[in-house]
């Protein structure tokens, strides 16, 4: 042990100025994520804010309970992992489509153009993008309910209707996101070798052979890694999107975990309630996480760790 610290001291001297560079990551992450978890602890208490964290008394598991009791918790999980599920399945595969799509493209300039109409969406605020879903989706003017008058269909209200509530949160963001999704997949692509095309080609495979057998091999271990992390905030719905869209027509369908411990933890000022729902939503994250890792690791898979 005595002699791995000197090695390490050395190792360290000579790379100093990557471990510089690396400072600043390692100081937000200690200050922004890792500190506040002091914090988690009011979970488990009784919080009175004259008191303090330390000052109030403890109630063990008393705030899960409260919450697993609760009249709403079927319908927050059912609505959350609704959501969750939909977005993964729907939304994980269409950037690696597309990446392979443009990917595909001979002209240099067209798959440009495709890429930065398809990054462009990425950069819309969230607020911008619900104005432009309440727009598009008006029951009386809104476009998509006009083309439908003009095919004969009855208007859709898109936004009040509970049942349209997924969909509409979870397609306007594949359209926002999917672009800025392929950067890394591209990435990948351009480190698949050349010259096995060039091999599947003189054999007479088709292009999408050849997208089959030689580019999604090579990418397979980015996707398994873009899919562990994904799943470890699988529970993690964009908060503001889904607050924005919901109102008391959909209300059935977009009360999620996040909306409700917004609700009853700063409007209500239930802190140790919050915390406590905030603390399992996270808890789930992490035992998702550690099964997809693991389970890659079983399948021989590019894991995390």
């Known amino acids: ?7 390490l001291r050395r190792r360290i001297w000579r790379n100093y100025e990557l471990y510089l560079f690396l400072l600043p990551t390692l100081l937000y992450f200690l200050i922004f994520h890792y500190v506040p978890m002091y914090g988690v602890q009011i979970a488990f208490k009784e919080f009175v804010a004259v008191k303090g964290i330390t000052g109030s008394p403890w109630v063990g598991f008393d705030q899960f309970e409260r919450f697993f009791r609760s009249y709403q918790f079927g319908t927050l999980l059912r609505n959350t992992l609704g959501i969750a599920l939909y977005q993964l399945l729907v939304g994980f595969p269409v950037p690696v489509i597309l990446a392979l799509m ?132 699988f529970m993690n719905i964009g908060f503001e999107k889904v607050f924005l869209m919901q109102n008391s027509l959909n209300l059935q369908s977009s009360e999620i975990i996040s909306t409700y411990v917004y609700k009853v933890g700063l409007l209500s000022t239930q802190y140790s309630y919050s915390a406590a729902i905030g603390l399992f939503n996270n808890v789930i994250n992490f035992i998702l996480l550690l099964a997809v890792n693991q389970l890659a690791r079983r399948m021989r898979q590019t894991a995390l760790w």
Do not use: C
């Open 102 to 233: 443009i990917h595909q493209l001979r002209s240099a300039r067209f798959k440009r153009l495709v890429q930065t109409v398809a990054y462009a969406p990425h950069f819309i605020s969230t607020v911008v993008m619900v104005g432009m879903l309440y727009l598009f989706l008006s029951e009386r003017n809104g476009l998509i309910n006009r083309l439908l008058r003009v095919v004969g269909l009855d208007s859709v209200f898109f936004l009040g209707d509970p049942a349209w509530f997924k969909s509409v949160y979870v397609w306007s963001g594949i359209w926002q996101n999917a672009g800025w999704g392929t950067i890394i997949y591209l990435a990948a692509l351009a480190g698949v070798s050349r010259e096995l095309h060039e091999a599947a080609i003189a054999d007479g495979a088709s292009r999408l052979r050849r997208i089959w057998h030689i580019d999604l091999p090579g990418i397979r271990p980015t996707i398994v890694i873009m899919l562990i992390l994904d799943v470890g905030h």
């Open 1 to 7: 042990m005595s002699k791995r610290r000197p090695a």
